[in-house]
């Protein structure tokens, strides 16, 4: 049983290498393609229009080197354990993104919430709930709404991301977690590995994730249930 887990274990690295030196691939491809145009450019003008466009595939290019370096580090860390104040953490990430909400004309905030605790790795906890509420500002159009909101039910503390995007077909919903995947037509730039992130430092906590539809109208509602036993 041990050699098969560690076989397990070497089997998912291996992929996880191959993956990530396919996905790398682009986007150097891009940066190298976007220096000889910078190179060529005759005025400039067109230099300048060709160091933004080189400007972007860099900041593209470090965005998946850090989502990467992200999964393997939460998918091989063991989880550091404290009391986190969830709603608390909550408003500080909305706080942190609300200038990117209203850049692109997005009314993001806190929904009505109370007071929950969860035990579990703060660092982490902030990068699950930033990875939910970017993810629903990637996909929202302009003009739309996003909710986070911190509760208790009857299986005990959640975290709820509303928005009033495209959300995700049924049949994507279990796809969407796997490393590197994109839904296609909704043109939105992102590296695919948001979504697996989050599944991981979910399941590190002994939680679940659930996909729905916004009950209020189109857009997906994504909610993380805790453990029963986290003190509220």
Known sequence: DL?????????????????????????????????????QAASDE????????????????????????DLARHESAPV???????????????????????ARGQDLGVAESSPQSVRGDVH???????????????????????????????????????DTGPGIPREDRERVFGRFFRGTGTG??????GLAIVQTIVRNH???IELADNPDGPGLQATVHFPADAPS
Not at 80 to 102: C, F, K, M, N
Not at 129 to 154: E, F, K, S, W
């Open 206 to 208: 002994n939680g679940n």
């Open 124 to 162: 982490a906890l902030r990068m699950l709930v930033r990875n939910l509420a970017d993810n629903a500002i990637r996909y929202t159009p302009a003009g739309g709404r996003i909710d986070v909101a911190v509760g208790r039910d009857a299986g005990g503390p959640f975290l709820r991301v509303t």
């Open 3 to 39: 050699l098969a887990r560690l076989r397990a274990a070497i089997d998912a690295q291996q992929a996880f290498v191959a993956d990530a030196a396919h996905e790398l691939r682009t986007p150097l491809t891009a940066v190298r393609l976007q220096v000889q145009l910078a190179e």
């Open 80 to 102: 550091a354990i404290e009391s986190v104040a969830l709603d608390a953490l909550a408003r500080d990430v909305v706080a942190d993104l609300a200038p990117l909400a209203d």
């Open 46 to 69: 067109d230099k300048q229009a060709a160091f933004a466009q080189l400007r972007g595939g860099i900041d593209r290019a470090a965005r998946l080197v850090e989502q990467m370096l």
């Open 188 to 193: 939105a730039p992102g590296t695919g590995l």
